[in-house]
């Protein structure tokens, strides 16, 4: 039913070889959807197709702008393109965005549209109609292009361990040593270098917080959080709704992270836990080493793929084929992890920072999910059709973690160490929550106060933090690094109050391996058939197609940490 050999969808409107450079030869294109003569609904419908193609053009235009300036930030005429991207052309659309978004809902034919076929797309339609603000279009590109400037600067970050330099991902693996002298010096040293940016990240978070607020207030919101939640398309849920996914995480989910903390202190037989003893294991058990290579990496995520469904494998091995993974931390290759979908093409582009750990794997499986969800969304009519909620999304690569561990000995042979591997995973899946929880109010308090000083900041950062802190860790005299510690999340620069969204997911995805320790078939058919959807749904709709229930209330956090708490060994 579902097929990776996906194709590049055909020109109608736009010539095949026709390439962006400039806005003087992309504007004619915007010129003729803006003046055209619509008289029929047939010819509506076309008008949409003919609007949706361009915008695929734009859209992967500018990702693959973004994709080769992440992959090597030291090459200055990329960043210009992507630059130039921003600056020049971007600007030029977002009127004519805003001119045809209105030609169609104020058009008499508008209303013989299918009701349900096209609601989410007219409504988030409308919703851009709502945002637009010219005077916001420049504060939109310098936002833009000063955001990528923390991957610039964090690609640039190296420590030296043994007299051999090594990115901080890179540097992470010695956290796992048994040396235990070992570990807390390389610990030290990655905090130590994020410091000597502390003050470079300070200020360009300060920018970002000024234009972001400017933005808001020029289109008429009180905050950049309230006209942010709007802009994000966040219809189904509240700021009420994440307070109280705070509220949970601190009742339900913090006693686990003690008793997790706990028992690794025991296993490591230690008087105290320190930061730098959370990834290591008791001496003689080595620290899982999945992989050496990304060709071994590819070649395993595949096999574990593809006996969960083939289709799976499929995606991955035409990625491949195609050369869209970059696998592998190298310097000057921006932080983090990413699966990009390209709207004209349709097999999407992972990105990520490989360093042979188990982190690695569930980062290749988590990317692996959002792949496989822009191989079945690609087919969807329109481009706007496959801007689906970020909730949904952030499940389908969540519970792709989850039901892949079933078949993890692809990646570990030995028993004992896909015991540890599985226990690792569901470790991480309790232990993130209380981050998730600290970032997301970390924003709301930012944005509420965005004439803060750099004092107020970290004061509310540290009182955040404690709020959320487990009972087991000790911190003392890792104050300085603890109060810096917020710099290392490229959410908040990047893309932000984009950070809820792996709370809520991660429920979704709890939600889905229980479906699928039920019933495997059903699960992984539920799991398809919401994916395929796209965005031509709701989020609850989305939600219900996949067998989940939308609630991330007290009560329903409690039953899934129960279910979890019952799988660790």
């Known amino acids: 039913m579902y097929t990776a050999d996906i ?81 020049e052309i971007q600007p ?18 508008a209303k013989e549209l299918d009701v349900e076929k096209y609601f989410t797309y007219l409504r988030n339609i409308r919703k851009s109609i709502e945002l637009f603000r010219e ?41 796992e040593n048994h040396d235990r002298s070992l570990r807390e010096e390389v610990y030290r040293k990655i905090n130590e270098r994020r410091l000597l940016d502390k003050e470079a990240l300070d200020k360009l978070y300060d920018q970002l917080i000024g234009k ?8 008429g919101f009180a905050n950049y959080r309230d006209y942010r939640f709007k802009e994000l398309g966040r219809f189904d849920y509240t700021k009420e709704d994440c307070y109280q996914f705070h509220e949970a995480v601190k009742q339900h989910v913090l006693p686990l992270v003690n008793v997790i903390y706990q028992n690794k202190k025991e296993k490591l037989g230690l008087d105290t836990l320190r930061p730098w003893d959370i990834d290591a294991e008791p001496e003689g058990v080595k620290p899982l080493h999945p992989f050496k290579t990304s060709e071994e990496l590819i070649e395993k995520s595949v096999a574990c793929f593809t006996k969960l469904r083939p289709f799976f494998g499929d995606c991955l091995k035409k990625m491949n084929e195609l050369k869209h993974l970059d696998l592998e931390s190298r310097k000057g290759k921006a932080p983090g992890g990413y699966n990009c979908p390209l709207a004209e093409s349709g097999a999407p582009f992972i990105f990520m920072n490989a360093a042979g750990q188990m982190h690695d794997v569930t980062t290749m499986l988590h990317e692996g999910g959002h792949a496989i969800h822009s191989f079945l969304a690609h087919p969807l009519e329109l481009n706007g059709f496959k801007e689906y909620p970020m909730e949904i999304a952030e499940v389908a690569s969540m519970a792709m973690e989850l039901m892949s561990m079933d078949e993890w000995e692809t990646f570990f ?30 924003q709301h308090w930012i944005y509420e106060h965005p004439a803060h000083s750099h004092d107020e900041r970290t004061e509310k950062w540290n009182e955040i933090l404690k709020e959320f802190q487990d009972d087991v860790i000790d911190y ?20 932000p109050f984009y950070y809820i969204e792996y709370g809520i997911a991660q429920l979704g995805a709890i939600g889905m391996w229980m479906q699928f320790k039920e019933n495997r078939q059903l699960a992984m058919d539920n799991y398809c058939k919401a994916l395929s959807l796209g965005g031509t749904k709701t989020l609850p709709q989305l939600f219900e197609t996949a067998g989940l229930q939308f609630d991330f ?17």
């Open 135 to 175: 005077e916001n279009i420049p504060l939109q590109a310098a936002l833009s292009v000063m955001q990528q400037q923390y991957g610039v600067i964090s690609g640039k970050m190296t420590v030296k361990v043994n007299d051999e330099e090594y990115t901080l991902q890179q540097a992470a693996k010695f956290l």
């Open 476 to 495: 003392s005299g890792l104050e300085n690094y603890r109060s810096n510690s917020w710099q290392r999340q490229l959410h908040l620069f990047e893309v």
């Open 553 to 569: 209330s007290p009560e329903k956090i409690k039953v899934l940490m129960e279910f979890v708490k019952k799988q660790m060994t």
């Open 413 to 442: 042979t030995d028993k004992e160490d896909l015991q540890k591997a599985i226990d690792h995973q569901l470790e991480r899946v309790i232990t993130i929550f209380p981050w998730i929880a600290i970032i997301d109010k970390f």
């Open 7 to 87: 194709k590049k969808l055909p020109r109608h409107f736009i010539p095949e070889n026709f390439v962006i450079t400039d806005w003087q030869s992309l504007e004619p294109y915007f010129k003729d959807l803006l003046e055209r003569k619509i008289d029929t609904k047939a010819d509506l419908e076309k008008w949409m197709k003919d609007q949706s193609e361009l915008e695929a053009v734009v859209n992967e235009d500018a990702c693959w702008r973004q994709i080769k300036m992440t992959c090597d930030t030291e090459n200055k005429s990329l960043e210009e393109a992507f630059t130039y991207f921003c600056m």
């Open 212 to 219: 972001r607020n400017q933005e808001a207030l020029n289109a």
């Open 92 to 109: 030029k659309i977002q009127p004519y965005s805003d001119a045809l978004n209105k030609k169609l809902v104020n058009h008499p034919l």
